[in-house]
């Protein structure tokens, strides 16, 4: 540990930001470096691994150890890593495509695992470093490049593709909002397991205004369904009520207060958070925010290396001398 | 009464039954005994990729076959003297290889009218006179073998499947191979389950009388040791030979071992093997596929591990982009290639030598990287090592080249002296100001390997060319340019020792000169050649991307080269971009290993003009 507490200058390196003017990634990246020194762990204790996309220049920017590795891939290279190196602490920097398409298999893997990582994935819901084509979580019939017609596909909703593969901390956030940004990172960084941050990022040259329902002050206090652990899940003007095994939206003036859910991010039955995922819709009316579901289960590193501690204290440290000799062996004069 | 025995110099057996019978068992203990006599030996299984085919058919046949001598052996055999099959299926999948005069053990319980019409048999081949020129046994394996455990509780069933130690016991009989480990081998495996033990152990004692007592059996075999050099000695396959090269270059360079694989054949058991060895503190990592089996490993090795992956041709091709990423990121990193029968899905249990081009160039861009392959089972042990050497001194992925041959064949290894196996100095980058992650040395041109975790040298990579010395993101066209001629140049000037080139006359015109697992073929080829009075010299590449740089003069002092390769000419090609000269292929892609009849054929028709 260093004495001298680390500010937000420490980690921000001597590279020059290339994002387009105004793109939401900015917001992210200052509110990173911000907070980045609350954690107390040394810059060179910090590793920021990416994929291919925008959002994954994020690593060139801070000044910590840092990868900026190819399409998709970005999880597998750090599950490496945090397995092989469970002293460090590492972040994946990865986009809707990055993340969700060509590498949906490696997300998924890594959350199920529960390895030790922590998963920003940047959602402008269009490909913007391939100039606008649409991504797994375009909304349906979105005219793009590609699409001039429409796109036909259903869009993924990464918090439910998270908590259906069982990540143990899921959130969601939005660029602009920096305090709650902050706050979100906080709990993410103090979860033991994987975790994965959804952040809503606004992309001005192909997709701008996306998230306009969720960051308008006119719409965003009615839109957003605020979730915080042990409070009741509601926005300014809609509630969430049970309804039977799922959850409906109820008027906050047709419903008494104490019928509303109050949040449980630590329920361990994943179809709860799971529910919680399927209120909003792509026009983004009613968006849960906040961390759907924050439990408590062994992280993949810590397991890897406490079986391989307990091999060596059962059996002792290995001899290669013995290793050559085993099996059958015969002596020749 | 003893029955008369006779010494032979050689003999070749070939197990083969049904995928259910236990043939690859009964070969390898066959060969653990045989071992143990001190002949040498080399072993070939084969087997279908089918786990159990349908019982009795032609494709659910299985087979091992073994060559021990009282001198020195290169390969498993090109004609067994011994054929044991276990049912018609295997008869008739066998018959072709065994050449007339040959002995055949059947299992005569099991030429049944409904098995013999399930292959195809109109009559039945042990009646009909057509193997009247092979000394036949047709010996009641299966009701010798139930009738033998009839005292034990177990279902004619489990009865059954002892059969196959019925076999061996007789063939142990046959040879005068020691029962003991195999005794000792049985009890161990079937410790907690004491029918089982007790009806294997029975079987295969019942074996070895019937040859004792069995008027159908008049003579038995010995082989006597072969002339080996003094030392210790175990039987290695060349997979399990990997796992240990790996482990022991993990000691020897204090560096952590992490394997991120995916299963495939023939590549699988190196995993299985790995994953035994925890107490060296190996992390095996079965990742999702191939591409985080190998994208883990590149993580592991930023972190400074020593990151290794295995696979065979279809996963290589899966991981190039992550290969070009370690070639960017000049990580050193080990990408084991067990190589089977291509294209696609190809013949994944059967061995070829295909994928040479694809690990040399099947990468975007310029994107070179390190090529060494193995010749032999045991030398799977060194090559590792060698491959270890090589990442890791000049920073860089390095393709190990194996193939279904050696990785499933087996051959006796006088194990080293742990304490002359080298030691590798890596020498990770320390704390300092003004840091340059891509300053080289000037002699490795090596980049220094900055591990996370040192203070001072943060630093930022990635697979965007980079900036000569700091590494910052570069598109200018001069540093390109630079930046990929320096990357060529690091992999050219990497260290690999001579090619030694073996021709006693001194004045050979022909040189047979091979890559990997053909090393054993055309061995054995080369001495029939020189026993016939022939002059050949032969010579063996193991480095193939840097090649040795005597190499050019090698090829240069003889008039013809003769390159046999289980492919359609990939090493003649480099060969003959590289250094103008014309190669002769003698090429197989039969998914087998050259025999060395063929071998010595292909060079009687080039020393003899035919």
Request: net charge negative; with cysteine; hydrophobic share 40%.
């Amino acid at each position: 540990m260093t004495d001298v507490a680390l500010t937000k200058k420490d980690f921000t390196s001597d590279q020059e930001v290339r994002w387009c003017p105004g793109c939401g990634d900015y917001s992210v990246l200052s509110t990173m470096q911000a907070f980045l020194p609350e954690l107390g762990i040394p810059r060179e204790n910090i590793v920021f691994i990416s994929g291919i996309g925008c959002s994954s220049r994020f690593p060139y920017y801070l000044n910590t150890f840092g990868m900026h590795s190819i399409h998709g891939r970005a999880p597998a290279i750090a599950s490496g890593l945090a397995i092989s190196r469970p002293d460090l602490t590492v972040f994946v920097i990865t986009g809707d495509g990055d993340a969700l398409s060509i590498g949906g298999n490696h997300l998924i893997h890594a959350l199920r695992r529960n390895v030790e990582l922590k998963i920003l994935l940047f959602n402008n819901r269009i490909y913007g470093l391939t100039k606008g084509q649409y991504s797994p979580a375009s909304e349906q019939g979105k005219i793009t490049k590609s699409t001039p017609y429409g796109s036909l596909d259903t869009p993924f909703n990464p918090v439910s593709l998270a908590i259906g593969a069982e990540a143990t901390f899921v959130a969601r956030t939005i660029d602009s909002d920096r305090k709650h940004l902050t706050e979100t990172l906080r709990q993410a960084a103090a979860h033991k397991g994987s975790a994965l941050i959804e952040i809503y990022q606004n992309c001005p040259i192909f997709n701008d205004g996306a998230f306009d329902q969720v960051k308008d002050n006119e719409t965003k206090e009615g839109s957003l369904l605020q979730m915080v652990h042990g409070q009741p899940i509601k926005s300014s003007t809609f509630g969430v009520i049970r309804d039977g095994a799922s959850f409906k939206l109820v008027e906050l003036n047709a419903v008494d207060e104490p019928q509303l859910v109050i949040h449980d991010a630590h329920d361990p039955d994943p179809s709860y958070a799971f529910a919680l995922s399927r209120l909003s819709g792509s026009d983004l009316e009613h968006t849960p925010i906040g961390t759907f579901r924050d439990v408590i289960r062994p992280g993949y590193s810590s397991m890897v290396n406490d079986q391989l501690a307990s091999v060596i204290a059962a059996q002792g440290a290995g001899d290669l001398e013995k290793l050559l000799h085993s099996g059958d062996t015969w002596v020749v004069d | 009464m003893s029955k008369p025995t006779v010494a032979v110099k050689s003999v070749i057996i070939r197990f083969a039954g049904d995928s259910g019978d236990g043939m690859q068992l009964t070969g390898d203990r066959f060969t653990m005994d045989t071992a143990s006599l001190g002949n040498d030996i080399s072993t070939l299984p084969n087997f279908p990729a089918e786990i159990r085919a349908p019982q009795g058919t032609l494709p659910g046949v299985s087979s091992f076959q073994l060559h021990f001598a009282d001198h020195h052996v290169r390969t498993a055999g090109d004609a067994p003297d011994v054929l044991v099959a276990m049912n018609p299926a295997a008869l008739k999948a066998n018959i072709k290889d065994i050449p007339r005069g040959a002995t055949i053990i059947v299992d005569k319980d099991e030429f049944t009218t409904r098995n013999l019409t399930k292959v195809g048999y109109l009559t039945n081949p042990l009646e009909d006179g057509t193997l009247s020129s092979y000394k036949i046994h047709p010996v009641a394996l299966t009701s010798m073998t139930v009738s033998a455990l009839s005292e034990l509780p177990l279902s004619r069933k489990e009865a059954e499947r002892a059969k196959n130690m019925f076999a061996l016991g007789l063939l142990s009989w046959m040879y005068h191979r020691p029962t003991d480990a195999t005794e000792a081998f049985l009890k161990a495996k079937f410790a907690k389950k004491s029918d089982i033990l007790e009806a294997n152990l029975i079987a295969y004692r019942t074996g070895w009388n019937y040859g004792e007592t069995s008027e159908d059996f008049a003579t038995s075999y010995e082989v006597a040791p072969a002339h080996m050099p003094p030392g210790i000695y175990r039987n290695i396959g060349g997979n399990i030979a990997l796992a240990y090269g790996l482990i022991a270059a993990s000691q020897q360079s204090g560096l952590k071992l992490f394997l991120g694989s995916y299963p495939i054949t023939p590549a699988s058991d190196i995993l299985h093997e790995l994953s035994k060895h925890k107490k060296f503190g190996v992390i095996t990592f079965q990742a999702e596929d191939e591409i985080a089996a190998v994208g883990s490993a590149l993580g592991a090795s930023y972190g400074g591990a020593l990151g290794v992956t295995t696979t065979s041709g279809p996963g290589i091709a899966l991981k190039s982009e992550m290969i070009g990423l370690a070639v960017m990121l000049e990580l050193p990193l080990i990408i084991i290639d067990v190589q089977r029968g291509g294209p696609s899905t190809g013949l994944p249990t059967k061995t070829e030598q295909a994928d040479l081009l694809q690990v040399m160039f099947g990468r975007n861009g310029e994107s070179p990287a390190a090529v060494i392959a193995a010749s032999t089972p045991s030398d799977c042990f060194t090559m590792a090592m060698e491959a270890v050497r090589i990442a890791t001194t000049y920073r860089t992925p390095v393709f190990l080249l194996s193939d279904g041959y050696i990785a499933n064949g087996s051959e006796p290894w006088k194990i080293p002296d742990v304490a002359t196996l080298p030691k590798f100095d890596i020498g990770f980058a320390k704390s300092q100001e003004n840091f340059l992650p891509y300053e080289r040395n000037p002699e490795t041109l090596a980049r220094p390997w900055a591990i996370p975790g040192t203070a001072g040298i943060e630093h930022r990579i990635g697979g965007i060319e980079k900036q000569d010395k700091t590494g910052e993101i570069n598109y200018e066209p001069a540093n390109h340019d630079f930046m990929v001629r320096t990357r060529q140049a690091k992999i050219d000037g990497i260290e690999v020792p001579d090619i030694e080139v073996d021709d006693p006359s001194g004045d050979a015109k022909v040189l047979f000169l091979g890559w990997g697992s053909t090393f054993g073929p055309i061995a054995s080829a080369v001495e029939e050649l020189r026993n016939n009075g022939e002059k050949i010299a032969q010579a063996h590449l193991k480095y193939i991307n840097p090649f040795p740089k005597n190499l050019g003069a090698v090829l240069a002092k003889y008039e013809t080269v003769i390159t046999p390769e289980m492919n359609l000419g990939q090493l003649a090609m480099l060969l003959r971009s590289k250094y103008l000269k014309d190669i002769v292929g003698y090429n197989m892609v039969r998914g087998l290993p050259f025999t060395t009849a063929e071998l010595v054929e292909a060079a009687m028709g080039v020393l003899h003009n035919d």
